[in-house]
């Protein structure tokens, strides 16, 4: 049974940071790209970043690009979202999802109906 479990939200003033973690279990994950997402209230859940366990390749969307960094423990089975120059349009639900798909471009896995497996989400909040 694969489990994924954020923490590190929280409520943070505008140009703040924070790291959020995403804690892997059930499965090997060498084969897996690893994504983030999030969904403000009234909209749809958007790609931010996602990574390949193996090898740590990375890619970003546009909004984040330069301020967020997506990176991995193997040894913790954890995937991290490190925020920085936080805005108040960050404010979301951010959720981990897991892909267990090989071979495909981490540029074209930015769907959420492309992962397999999602935590319950952490709520981030970046006041103005």
């Known amino acids: 049974q694969v489990q994924l479990v954020e923490s590190g939200g929280g409520l943070v003033q505008a140009g703040g940071s924070l790291r959020l973690s995403c804690a892997a279990s059930g499965r090997t994950f060498s084969n897996y790209i690893m994504g983030w997402f999030r969904q403000a209230p009234g909209k749809e859940r958007e790609f931010v970043s996602n990574?390949?366990?193996?090898?740590?390749?990375?890619y970003y969307a546009d909004s984040v690009k330069g301020r967020f960094t997506i990176s991995r423990d193997n040894a913790k089975n954890t995937v991290y979202l490190q925020m920085n120059s936080l805005k108040p349009e960050d404010t979301a639900v951010y959720s981990c999802?897991?892909?267990?798909?090989?071979?495909?471009?981490?540029?074209?896995?930015?769907?959420?109906?492309?992962?397999?497996?999602w935590g319950q989400g952490t709520q981030v909040t970046v006041s103005s």
């Open positions: 999802a897991a892909n267990r798909v090989v071979g495909r471009s981490l540029q074209f896995l930015v769907l959420p109906g492309e992962y397999d497996y």
């Open positions: 990574i390949r366990w193996s090898g740590g390749s990375t």
